[in-house]
């Protein structure tokens, strides 16, 4: 099983989800640990993680995309 997840070691991380960087390390801890890794079953599909503005939060988000949408 995965060591346990910090949420606060990525929380600080995050960049606005538009950005589109390269994926940290965090970001794939955090996958592996929730079991949302697509590589094995989709290695095609295109990931990010990040955030973004609504009022007074900033809102973490993840996004998938397939090769052809």
Sequence with gaps: MPEPFQPEDLRSLLR????????????QA???????????RHPEARTRLGSFEAGAYRIATQVWLPPRP
Excluded at 16 to 27: Q, S, T
Excluded at 30 to 40: A, F, I, V
């Design 16 to 27: 606005p989800l538009a950005a589109g960087e390269d994926e940290l390390p965090a970001v």
């Design 30 to 40: 955090y996958r592996t640990y929730y079991g949302l890794d697509p590589s094995e």
